[in-house]
């Protein structure tokens, strides 16, 4: 017997439905912001059925939850699975809940095949991971990995100017009886099943994405100076016109980065001009760089490449681009990518390899464990939205296939 043929298509699905009536919006999409009463009634929600199967939930210090299902040798590392359950304020009923959905099945199957794993499987549900109420985003896995300090993130404001940590004792009275446990615990491994957020799977007729990472990204805040100067007297061999030189700019980079393959993402998505006004020279353009590649060295070869670009091309204005953010591509273990195709061929579903265009706290659990992700179609690749739609048999082929990886790699 395997774990899969144990995965309800009824329950998972009826179950995803009910967790989407917490939060529900006018459009069919949920808004149930981290730290929220929503979010709250959520968890205890996935307590009660988490309780169905023996397993025992715990929160730590920045308000991940977890749900224990104890293995046969507690010296092992458990396995780690999950994803998030808040969502942002006008979003989908798939995002994050689906994976904390998935989770919970395959751990159902675990127990309803009578499995005895001789690790213990955990199934968390990452605090904020949207960062829509308190910016920015990942911030409850990127706690539990150390990538981020427990003061800074309980340090945290929403628009209101309540803090995470008083957002997390507001929900006392609700989730205050749940055990609290130490931050970080150590895991063996961990595996995310997510929706894809993106057309691919969809337009291939595949059913399962092998996630191998995610990708790099750089951003720049570039501002070109010139001279304000009059449009009809000042000669054009003598202007500094600011906004010309952005344009040249902007398009050198563009071929410079131009991709055969398409795998090189460049986005200039601000773009200020001043004084902005019909007649008169440009003085000053401020725009934004969003650069990003999957190839960790590749990335920083284009990024290094900007500051150069820009002076090549500034003529006779003055140029200045500041790195603002910069992410390494996140590569996942290889080991555990190897296991999900397995078992998605042991159940005969299609599946691909494929990369994330998107963040994950899956990318921040592989700081600190081998972590990996599946995803399943999301409809048009609409996400982020209210008609963001995964189908139900998608759901469960999921739900089976994390349930096969999950008991491989709890033994
Ligand atoms: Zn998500």
């Known amino acids: 017997m395997k774990a899969s043929d144990k995965v309800d298509h009824q329950r998972i699905n009826a179950r995803l439905d009910e967790m989407a009536k917490i939060g529900a919006t006018a459009g069919g999409g949920v808004n149930r912001q981290a730290l929220s009463t929503e979010d709250a009634a959520a968890q205890s929600l996935l307590i009660a059925w988490g309780a169905e199967i023996g397993l025992e939930p715990s929160i730590d210090e920045i308000g991940n939850l977890f749900l224990t299902l104890a293995g046969t040798d507690p010296g092992l590392d458990p396995v780690m699975t999950g994803s998030h359950m808040d969502s942002q304020p006008t979003g989908g009923r798939y995002d994050g809940i689906y994976g904390v959905m998935a989770s919970l099945e395959a751990l159902h199957a675990i127990v309803d095949a009578g499995m005895k794993p001789a690790r213990g499987i955990e199934l968390v549900s990452w605090v904020n991971e949207e960062g829509s109420r308190f910016a920015p985003s990942l911030m409850g896995s990127g706690v539990h990995a150390g990538t981020r300090s427990l003061a800074d993130a309980l340090a945290l404001r929403d628009a209101d100017g309540v803090s995470v940590a008083e957002a997390i004792e507001a929900l006392e009275p609700v989730l205050g009886h749940v055990p609290r446990r130490p931050l970080g615990r150590q895991a063996a491994c961990y595996v995310e099943a997510h929706i ?26 570039v501002t070109v100076t010139g001279e304000a100067a009059h449009a009809g007297t000042a000669p054009h ?6 906004l010309m030189a952005a344009a040249r ?27 902005n006004a019909p007649s008169v020279v440009p003085r000053e353009v401020v725009f934004s760089i969003d650069l990003r590649h999957p190839d960790g060295a590749r990335l920083l070869r284009m990024s290094d490449s900007v500051q150069e670009i820009c002076a090549g091309q500034a003529g006779p204005c003055t140029v200045r681009a500041v790195r603002l953010y910069e992410a390494a591509p996140i590569v996942f273990d290889d080991g555990i ?10 159940l ?48 469960t082929e999921g739900a089976r296939v994390l349930a096969d990886v999950l008991a491989r790699l709890a033994g």
């Open 196 to 221: 894809e957020q993106g057309p691919v799977l969809e337009r291939n007729g595949e059913t399962i994405g092998i996630v191998t990472g995610i990708q790099g990204k750089h951003t720049y805040r």
């Open 237 to 242: 061999g003598e202007r500094k016109d600011a």
């Open 249 to 275: 700019i902007v398009l050198a980079l563009g071929r410079e980065f131009e991709d055969p393959e398409d795998i090189t993402r460049y986005t200039v998505g601000r773009f200020n001009v001043s004084p």
């Open 337 to 346: 990518q190897d296991l999900i195709e397995k078992a998605a061929s042991g």
């Open 348 to 395: 005969s579903v299609p599946h691909r390899r494929m990369l994330s265009a998107a963040g994950h706290d899956a990318g921040l659990m592989q700081h600190a464990c081998p972590s990996g992700m599946l995803f399943i179609p999301s409809k048009d690749g609409i996400t982020h939205n209210e008609a963001e739609y995964s189908h139900p048999s998608d759901i």
